[in-house]
């Protein structure tokens, strides 16, 4: 199985920043993608952005310019730098990822993970 840790949420000024990271952890082979997603409350969860082998870095409109997502494919890991944050920022924010494994068989199976999120305030 697979797990996502989300990690570096917390509470930050209007115009502060933040990073926020993400760690892969369980028997996998490979990660097409990983991606952060945020849910502010009374919302619906939204594509905050999505990095990947092949696939251009996505951002939301919103974000751009001010976020970054990053990926290191050694250490499993996905960042967000998150600059100059205002409240309409605030949520829970989620790491999912799509990611290669075999089973018991050697057959290859294909399997989209959740992480439990982490919050995120951005409040005077």
């Known amino acids: 199985h697979v797990q996502l840790e989300e990690s570096g949420g917390d509470l930050v000024q209007p115009g502060g920043a933040l990073r926020l990271s993400c760690l892969a952890s369980?028997?996998?082979?490979?990660?097409?993608?990983m991606a952060w997603y945020r849910q502010a409350p009374g919302k619906e969860r939204e594509l905050v952005a999505k990095?990947?082998?092949?696939?251009?870095?996505e951002y939301l409109n919103s974000v751009k310019g001010r976020f970054t997502v990053s990926r290191n494919i050694f250490k499993n890991t996905m960042d967000l730098q998150m600059n100059d944050l205002n409240d309409e920022d605030t949520g829970v924010y989620y790491c999912?990822?799509?990611?290669?494994?075999?089973?018991?068989?050697?057959?290859?199976?294909?399997?989209?993970?959740w992480g439990q999120g982490t919050l995120v305030t951005v409040s005077s």
């Open positions: 999912k990822g799509g990611f290669y494994y075999d089973d018991d068989n050697a057959e290859t199976w294909y399997s989209e993970v």
């Open positions: 990095i990947g082998s092949g696939i251009p870095t």
């Open positions: 369980g028997n996998f082979h490979s990660i097409s993608y």
